[in-house]
C-alpha cells in the first residue's frame, strides 16, 4: 500500500497522536468507508487501545492500493 500524507494531515497527525501504522489500519481494516465524492473517501475505525471514539482518514484514492491523505479526525461519528 502506498500511502502520502499532505502537510495538513501530518499536522493533525501530531496534534492527534495518531501514527502511520493506525493509519495503515484503518486503510487496510475499516470498520466502515463513506463515499464524500468521486475519488474522495472516509475510511474510519475504532482503535483499540485509544480512548476516543472513532479515528477516521479523509483520503483521496488514486488506485486501489496508493492512497493521499487529507487530513485525520477522532470521535468521529457515523450519521
Known amino acids: 500500500m502506498n500511502i502520502k500524507y499532505r502537510s495538513h494531515a501530518v499536522d493533525r497527525m501530531l496534534e492527534r497522536h495518531i501514527t502511520t501504522i493506525e493509519v495503515e489500519l484503518i486503510l487496510s481494516d475499516p470498520d466502515g468507508v463513506i463515499k464524500q ?38 470521535d468521529f461519528e457515523v450519521l
Open 37 to 74: 465524492s468521486r475519488d474522495k473517501y472516509i475510511y474510519y475505525k475504532n482503535l483499540k487501545g485509544r480512548g476516543d471514539n472513532l479515528v477516521a482518514a479523509v483520503t483521496l484514492i488514486k488506485s486501489s492500493k496508493e492512497f493521499e491523505i487529507l487530513t485525520v479526525m477522532i
